[in-house]
């Protein structure tokens, strides 16, 4: 018998009972389709919180894709502030908020890496060689390679360490790979620095002077100043030490100078990113860079600081946004770290714009984990202090949790939803307290003699430098 055919509408159910179908009468729908998808009115990060907002920031490339956030292939400039992240803080824009965390993560990886353990023979060092240190400490899918391990030299004289050298391990230099480039939409030099871990950087945090930084060879400019400490930790060498390291400056500058001429023909980007003094030195670092004038001016340098201490004078902070640094400077609103020095005399201190005065540099992300029942759409302007009230100072509980990188993370994490973070200690908290390094019980006492003597050297300054 001769089988009959159908003319049937393209239907989901069609075809389903076995009959025969002559495909070409079948009537197909007409509707039209676009390739353009649905935005909706909400951006998901990758933490399930959402951000309210009515279209993408303006300041980011109208992209079509298939995903709920735009690409960072096309939109990597504004990421690294090419307009001082105008729009992308408040609310925090999704994309920079995971570029925030993975750049945190970076620098998580450093402290990993980093071995504390006085018995080991990389002591004060990494842990890891170069080419397995990413796999060692579980992220070998980070897409970066790292090239260079980087020492400083703490110019202060205090046996803490068997052998001639007293240089340790304060970061590395890294570049992305040619799967990540495609990724992030260019060639990424990477410069990582960890924070405080031992006595003689402590004791470099402690010092509160200024001092003219020199950092350019045609003209040493100096009436700009930064903190003596850091630029003791970034300039001194081991040149009485037979086989000694070269300055944490020189380590530096020579490898970067080498990235930007294997990679001159492509797009590249300059990212530094530390935690506490580590932020310090990335700064340095930036203003380094620029000033000797080693990048073109179509290389973006960006700095990513966590829980950043103020580096330098103002005069330093204006001669960092003249040479287009672009600094991020995530700040815990109770992390008392982020406030010095210059508790008293700072850029928010009317009446005061001497040299002596320091000064933060960049754009401030204000993060509160202490405010849980805000409402969000509370202005942040509204939360941070103009000025420091000292007694404040005193009141953290526990300076190791505040100040921890991870609780930084923690935070980003949940921003712009606020939630409250309990006070965690991470592994590498433990490690210290395992080393005897009983900071949480001195805390209170080393503050307080910090602010003291920061506020007596700092007045001498000023009167110094006022009335030569």
Request: glycine content about 6%; overall charge positive; hydrophobic content about 40%.
């Amino acid at each position: 018998m001769e089988k009959s055919l159908l003319n049937v509408k393209n239907t989901s159910c069609m075809n389903l009972v076995g009959i025969p179908v002559d495909l070409t009468k079948i009537i197909p729908t007409q509707k039209t389709y676009s390739f353009r998808p649905n935005f909706t009115k909400k951006i998901y990060s990758s933490t399930a919180s959402t951000v309210a907002i009515t279209s993408l920031s303006s300041s980011l490339s109208p992209v079509r894709v298939s995903t709920m956030s735009p690409s960072l292939a096309l939109n990597w400039r504004d990421v690294q502030g090419l307009n001082n992240w105008e729009n992308l803080i408040q609310p925090l824009n999704p994309l920079l908020q995971r570029e925030i965390i993975r750049y945190g993560k970076f620098v998580t990886a450093c402290y990993d890496a980093f071995d504390l353990n006085p018995d080991s023979s990389h002591y004060l060092t990494c842990k890891y060689a170069k080419n397995r240190m990413f796999l060692e400490v579980g992220w070998a899918d980070c897409g970066y390679e790292v090239t260079k391990y980087v020492y400083a030299t703490p110019d202060i004289n205090i046996p803490i360490q068997n052998g001639g050298s007293c240089a340790r391990w304060v970061g590395y230099i890294a570049v992305s790979s040619d799967d990540e480039v495609k990724r992030i939409g260019r060639r990424d030099i990477l410069v990582i620095f960890r924070g405080t871990v031992t006595y003689p950087e402590w004791i470099a945090n402690l010092m509160s002077s200024l001092s003219p930084a020199r950092l350019d060879p045609n003209d040493p400019k100096p009436d700009i100043m930064v903190e003596t400490g850091f630029l003791s930790l970034y300039t001194s060498s081991e040149t009485s030490v037979r086989f000694g390291l070269g300055s944490c400056r020189e380590q530096l500058i020579s490898e970067i100078s080498c990235l930007l001429r294997r990679y001159k023909h492509e797009e590249i980007s300059i990212t530094l990113a530390g935690h506490s003094m580590g932020s310090s030195l990335a700064l340095l670092l930036a203003y380094d860079i620029a000033e000797q004038g080693l990048k073109q001016a179509s290389v973006p340098l960006t700095v990513f600081s966590f829980a950043g201490p103020r580096v330098g004078n103002v005069r330093f902070k204006d001669r960092c946004e003249e040479l287009g640094v672009k600094v991020l400077r995530i700040v815990n609103a109770n992390d008392p770290i982020t406030k010095l020095p210059g508790v008293i005399f700072n850029e928010t201190f009317s009446g005061w714009t001497c040299v002596a005065c320091y000064a933060h540099v960049g754009i401030e992300l204000v993060l509160d984990c202490l405010k849980s029942d805000e409402d969000e759409t509370h202005e942040i302007d509204k939360i941070v202090k103009k000025g420091v009230n000292v007694m404040d100072f005193f009141k953290i509980d526990d300076i190791l949790c505040v100040h921890d990188m991870q609780t930084y993370i923690q935070m980003i994490k949940n921003c712009p939803r606020r939630s409250k973070i309990r006070q965690k200690r991470v592994d590498f908290i433990k490690n210290l307290k395992e080393m005897n390094m009983k900071i949480s019980v001195v805390w209170r006492y080393v503050a307080i003699t910090f602010v003291v003597y920061h506020g007596c050297v700092t007045f001498v300054n000023m009167m110094g430098l006022t009335y030569p």
